[in-house]
Structures are given as C-alpha cells and as structure tokens.
Nanobody, 119 residues
Framework: QVQLVESGGGLVQAGGSLRLSCAASGSITSFGTMGWYRQAPGKQRELVAHITSGTITNYATSVKGRFTISRDNAKNTGYLQMNSLKPEDTAVYYC?????????????WGQGTQVTVSS
C-alpha cells in the first residue's frame, strides 16, 4: 500500500514562514511528478506548485517568489517552503504525486495539512 503523508502545517502570523513535507511510503519504485494544492473554505482546490522528477518547477502566479517546491528522491519526500505568508494563503494544503510501485502506477493524494495565516 502506498501512502502520502503531509506535515508541517500550523498557525503563523502574516509575513512568517512554514515548511510543508510530503513523505511517500510503501513499495515505491519511482517517485514521479509531485504537486502541492490548496483548498480554502468555499473555494475550489487549486494548484500551488509542481515539480517533475527532473526537478522542473512551476508555480501559481499568487505564490511566485514566495514559495519554493523541492524534492529529495532518495527519501521519497517533497517539500514546500512558504515564505512571506499572507492571510489569503490560509487553506488546507494537499500533496499529490505520481508513484510507481509494486502495485503499478498510481496518482496519490495526502490527507491534507491546515495552514492558517493570521493578519
């Protein structure tokens, strides 16, 4: 069974920083493109950033220059460094990854981690 587990969310003041982690576990053979998404109350889930297995990155306009996505393939873990946080960044953050495992290829989601930015 493959699982993605996020951590690192919490409450922070505007202008502060948080680092989210997304760890994949199970019989993983390769860890493909990974993305971070967020969903604020009453809004649709949106892509925040994604990174390919070749470390090509892409960011939503709203977070460019403030957030950095990265990965450690040896640890099957992805990260989202969030700086200069704003109240509008408040949301549940989810990681998503394309993972090759002993069960085949699958698109997996984590359970989500809450990020709250106070003004």
């Amino acid at each position: 069974q493959v699982q993605l587990v996020e951590s690192g969310g919490g409450l922070v003041q505007a202008g502060g920083s948080l680092r989210l982690s997304c760890a994949a576990s199970g019989s993983i053979t390769s860890f493909g493109t990974m993305g971070w998404y967020r969903q604020a109350p009453g809004k649709q889930r949106e892509l925040v950033a994604h990174i390919t297995s070749g470390t090509i990155t892409n960011y939503a306009t709203s977070v460019k220059g403030r957030f950095t996505i990265s990965r450690d393939n040896a640890k099957n873990t992805g990260y989202l460094q969030m700086n200069s946080l704003k109240p509008e960044d408040t949301a549940v953050y989810y990681c998503n990854a394309l993972i090759h495992s002993n069960y085949g290829v699958g698109d997996y989601w984590g359970q989500g981690t809450q990020v709250t930015v106070s003004s």
